[in-house]
């Protein structure tokens, strides 16, 4: 039986993973730190949703406490998700904790892995964000690296800190450029989050530029799958992007969200924040030929889902 270490097990795509790998007989030593970017109760709340699985053991604690022989004892996977997530909040005083907790972090978790008489299977957690606005019709993992908001420079130099372990240990460590996730749970600064709440509230839905930027938005139950597919694979030092299903703008998300709640949404229009993407597309052919990875989920199916949930947390 595998035994995994999931860091930011409380987290949005952190939860629903280690729910994941419990359902399939894994044993789960959970870790989060409980970052306060976004109101703890939502985190305490995943938590909760995973529940007392006799399975999983979880230490609430940043990775920077290092109770290494605790957390890894045993352990045959890490999936490293733990991270101060977010491009628009990354400039100014918080970059600081953006390099805490995004690369200094990484490398203390890597240089634990090496200690290991047998070194884990390490799968990490990076971002679209490191390539900036896309060119082109499809971004493949060769695109040039142009990150336009701090948070991305600090997941492009969390992929180069774990390459330089591949390249002089050997260490086992495969890396995920998500796109856009979404879906039940979702972090409550992200768009989806923030449209349905207001939808729901008959409130208006603010946008942040135009409205036409676009997105490869990535359902979470796809994104935890192409976590699972890249530890079987194991391919030491390569990089998959993790997309959805289609590129659209987000005008367009706003029309179907509109249809789920029967509403006509009121936009109100604000500058673009720095840091904001104006377009991504995943080529995820790469994802598709070495690990078996296809998004499963349709954007108006996880819309449909992430309603739902946010519906029952409302009620709750
Ligand atoms: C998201 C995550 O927040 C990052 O942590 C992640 O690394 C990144 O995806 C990625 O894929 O690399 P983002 O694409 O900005 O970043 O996702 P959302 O917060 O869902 O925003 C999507 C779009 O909606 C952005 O253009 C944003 O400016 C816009 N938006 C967001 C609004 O117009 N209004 C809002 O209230 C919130």
Known sequence: MTKALVTGCAGFIGS?????????????????????????????????????????????????AQRWKDWLE?????????????????????????????????????????QQPKPPTVVVSSSSSVYGTMQGSFTDEIAPLRPVSPYGVTKESMEQICQVYVKAYGLRVTMLRYFTVYGPRQRPDMAFHRFFRQLMKGEQVTIFGDGQQSRDFTYVADAVRANILAAKCAAPGEIFNVGGDREIKLLDVLAIMGGLLNVTPKLTFQSGPAGDSKRTCADITLAQTRLGYKPQVPLEEGLRLQLADMRSQAKG
């Open 16 to 64: 629903h993973l280690t729910q994941r790998l419990l359902s399939e007989g894994v044993t789960v030593i959970g870790i989060d730190g409980f970052l306060d970017n976004y109101d703890v109760a939502a985190k305490l709340r995943n938590l909760a949703q995973i529940g007392s699985h006799p399975a999983f053991t979880f230490h609430s604690t940043m990775l920077q």
């Open 74 to 114: 045993g352990v045959d996977v890490v999936y490293h998700l733990a991270a101060l997530p977010g491009v628009r909040n990354s400039w100014g005083k918080a970059f600081t904790d953006y390099v805490n907790h995004n690369i200094l972090a990484t490398q203390m978790l890597l240089e634990a892995c090496l």
